[in-house]
Each structure stands twice: as structure tokens, then as C-alpha cells.
């Protein structure tokens, strides 16, 4: 008996679900920044509008967008 291990041991890191919503405008979230113990949410507009001054400040990024592309 063969088995195809490729698809079936594919770990997704997808922790975001619907009802976490965006911060700015209470879109669905796909990323999450935690600043001083605190946790962000934002939308992928938000997320990339604001990303280069969170990163200087976040102390971990949580990146979802790419569930965006995959539904697409």
C-alpha cells in the first residue's frame, strides 16, 4: 500500500478564525502584532498601511494574508 505523506503532514499555523477582527475597521484579521504584551489585529489593509512602523515596535508578527491568496 502506497501512501502520498506530502499533503497529509502539511502543518497550516492558522490561529486567526472570523470573529477575530481588525482593530481600525472591524474586517476579519489576518495578522496579529503584539506591542508592549498587547495583541493587534488587523485586516491585510491595515496590516500592510501600518506594518513597517508595527515591525519596528511588535515583538512577534502573526501573518495570515496568505489564506487571501489560497481562497482565491
Do not use: P
Not at 11 to 30: E, K, W
Amino acid at each position: 500500500m502506497t501512501t502520498n505523506t506530502s499533503e497529509s503532514t502539511a502543518v497550516l499555523d492558522h490561529r486567526l478564525t472570523a470573529a477575530d477582527r481588525c482593530d481600525s475597521c472591524g474586517a476579519q484579521a489576518y495578522i496579529a502584532a503584539e506591542v508592549n504584551g498587547s495583541e493587534l489585529l488587523f485586516c491585510a489593509h491595515h496590516g500592510r498601511k501600518y506594518e513597517e512602523k508595527l515591525r519596528a515596535v511588535a515583538t512577534s508578527w502573526h501573518d495570515e494574508t496568505s489564506r487571501l491568496v489560497a481562497a482565491g
